[in-house]
């Protein structure tokens, strides 16, 4: 008799298990494939702006880790069924998941997984970040610090994400309302009581030494709010901020005081039930990496370097490497060489702005030019400020050549020339007067695209159409401006030479953003303003706007009270202008500070320079030059001296002497090797 097969229920829930388990580890393989795409994304928008912006994003960490979960997915493909369900519990894709959800709601990320130290100094000097503003305020004191024994680890602690610019630390902790219990349970945490026991726990809590009894979760708070506790950004504390994407609040009092314990310790803390969806990668990646130049002002202020890459032959033209040359202008060849600067960083970043510079810039820039400068040097250099009109014009000694002049004094008519002077007087007294009316009219002829094609001329890069030509030369202290900077510029300035005193400080005081290859300086303004630890106090310094400042403005309609007084105006107008530059809606930027808007190009060009006496006469390869003679071998040199002596003793003494030059003296040897050298 036939019997009817029966499936056995316990063959069949497991395979069942095994289905779902190596379905799960699939759908991890695709989620973590679809994390690491994102993240590339974002490495390219990393390596597109790398050209304009000084700082290293660090994102390997992070990358490498989700790689290490993709390739744990396909070893557990392999595995049996109950190695496959431990690795998918184990799996840290879920916290990489998180992580980089609360990477993407970020701005201005600048570290992923990154370990700050607080006590070694070789240590905080080994982890700093190239462009960040990040410093430590006791470095000097580290190693005794360390010597002594910090209750602090000497480890560190690893911050998830570094954002807005340095001034914002997270970490995301995927702990639950259910384990966060067991953990306060473990320490023998008691919230139980009467309201005076509570008040007498609690004041047992603060005024206790011994916090090893903290929870896990308070003690990482506590851990990196002391970190971010000696580290300035911008004279500003780091803020930490603990996420916290499966607790929940108001589920549990013991789990609320926990989490007011994280917040007494300086965290910010968010959880499930706070946060903001998730982002799309596309939405948001500008403001991850925002491009540095988006936040530049609407006039830009230009510093002596900027200035003389813009003319240097370096950046214009295709330069080879002489023997003459110093290492680090064979080097700018080099460089050059690989990656164009104005096609590839100067242009892009002026874009169409407007641009000034400070007289002592541009006179600094002008006696460069006219000691080492090329002629086409000098020629840009005159397009680039407006000084080059038709026919040649050279201001560069504020004068016209002769013919120009005279030309110039023939146009002036008959009756603007002075006749009460002596013929000296109105020979000079005119060709002043032609001088200044040429110069008037041959700037009023030059526009800015004539400016444009002028320069095209003198480039075999693209000149951009919108190059705002020519530069207008300002006053350091344009209507007033740096009456309104705080006292702290003024002491940041002391160390200053006068010309980076001058730009440095209108950009400043202006609210225009200065741009600059001096990375020296640069450096050295944010960490003078840095040891002002109390930021809010160059805040006070600006003050607000008084009422003696200005009675009335209507900042909507743009019109200002008929009894206030122009210069008051322009008073509040500078201090609204130093807000707007600092971007207070930028975290990243101290509240209320007017912090100086720069820029730093991460190279600079010089001028070609002129050959030195004395130079070597070969190729760079070490090879002479064609059609070029070459220096004679020294027992032929010497010869040549002696007869050359003889032949002028021989004249003092009143015999006639026959030249044989250029063709040299009959000594076979001496032709011999004439013809050789040239050879």
Same mark, same amino acid.
């Given at each position: ?61 992070? %990358? ?381 002829? %030059? ?233």
């Amino acid at each position: 008799m036939a019997t009817d097969s029966v499936d056995d229920p316990d063959s069949t829930q497991s395979g069942d298990v095994k289905t779902s388990t190596f379905a799960a580890i699939d759908d991890l393989a695709t989620r973590a494939k679809l994390l690491l795409s994102e993240v590339m994304t974002f490495k390219e928008r990393v390596q597109f702006l790398k050209p304009f912006s000084e700082n290293i994003i660090e994102i390997g960490a992070f %990358k490498g880790m989700v790689e290490a979960e993709i390739r744990g997915c396909e070893r557990l493909s392999d595995k049996s069924e109950s190695e496959a369900i431990k690795g998918v519990i184990s799996c840290n894709l879920p916290f990489a998941e998180h992580v980089w959800s609360t990477v993407k709601r970020s701005k201005n990320v600048l570290t992923l997984r990154k370990r700050i130290y607080t006590t070694s100094r070789a240590r905080v000097l080994g982890q700093k970040m190239a462009g960040s503003a990040m410093r430590h305020i006791d470095l000097g004191n580290l190693e005794g610090a360390a010597k002594g024994g910090s209750k602090f680890k000497e480890s560190g602690v690893v911050v998830d994400i570094i954002a807005d610019s340095g001034r914002t630390w997270t970490k995301v902790v995927l702990i639950t309302n259910k384990r966060l219990l067991f953990d306060l349970a473990k320490e023998g945490w008691d919230s139980g009581g009467s309201e005076d026991e509570d008040e007498d726990d609690n004041n047992a809590r603060a005024t206790s030494s011994d916090e090893d009894r903290d929870v896990p979760l308070v003690k990482t708070a506590k851990d990196l709010s002391h970190a971010a506790s000696v580290y300035r950004v911008r004279g500003k504390t780091p803020r930490v901020h603990l996420v916290l994407p499966r607790i929940q609040r108001d589920q549990s009092a013991e789990v609320d005081a926990v989490l007011a314990d994280c917040e007494a310790a300086g965290a910010v803390v968010s959880c499930a039930d706070e946060m903001e969806p998730t982002p799309d990668i596309q939405d948001v990646l500008h403001a991850m990496i925002p491009d540095p130049t988006a936040s530049f002002t609407e006039t830009l202020n230009l510093d002596c370097t900027i200035l003389l890459a813009l003319v240097s032959e370096f950046s214009h033209a295709k330069v080879s490497k002489e023997p003459w040359f110093s290492r680090a202008l064979n080097r700018q060849v080099e460089v050059e060489d690989n990656e164009n600067l104005l096609p590839s960083l100067l242009y892009p970043a002026i874009g169409g702005h407007k641009l000034v510079a400070t007289k002592e810039a541009v006179q600094r820039m002008r006696e460069i030019v006219d000691t080492i400068g090329t002629s086409s040097e000098k020629a840009r250099t005159a397009i680039l400020l407006g000084d080059e009109g038709d026919g040649g014009h050279d201001k560069q000694d504020g004068a016209l050549n002769k013919a120009q002049m005279t030309i110039a004094f023939d146009s002036v008519p008959r009756g603007h020339k002075p006749d009460s002077l002596d013929a000296e007087q109105s020979r000079i007294h005119g060709a002043d007067f032609a001088a200044e009316r040429f110069e008037s009219a041959t700037h009023r002829s %030059k526009s800015q695209a004539e400016l444009v094609k002028e320069m095209q001329e003198w480039s075999a890069h693209p000149v951009p159409e919108n190059w705002q030509l020519p530069i207008r030369v300002v006053d350091q202290n344009e209507d007033g401006c740096q009456s309104s900077l705080p006292s702290a510029a003024q002491q940041v300035a002391e160390r200053m030479t006068p010309i980076n005193r001058s730009v440095f400080l209108h950009g400043w005081a202006a609210g225009r953003t200065t741009i600059t290859s001096n990375r020296t300086v640069a450096k050295a303004i944010e960490a003078d303003l840095d040891k002002f630890h109390d930021a809010t106090e160059l805040e006070k310094q600006i003050g607000p706007s008084k009422d003696d400042d200005i009675k009335e403005v209507h900042l909507e309609d743009n019109t200002v009270d008929v009894d206030a007084s122009e210069a008051s105006a322009k008073v509040l107008e500078t201090k609204r202008n130093l807000r707007s530059s600092a971007d207070l809606t930028d975290p990243s930027i101290p509240d209320g500070i007017a912090w100086p808007h720069m820029w730093v190009c991460p190279t600079s060009r010089s001028l070609v320079g002129k050959e030195k006496r004395g130079a070597k006469k070969q190729d760079a390869d070490g090879t002479k030059e064609e059609g070029r003679a070459q220096r004679l071998p020294d027992p032929l040199t010497r010869e040549q001296h002696r007869r050359h002596g003889l032949d002028m003793l021989s004249r003092r003494a009143g015999y006639e002497v026959e030249d044989l030059r250029p063709n040299g003296y009959p000594c076979e040897e001496v032709l011999a090797a004439k013809n050789a050298s040239l050879r």
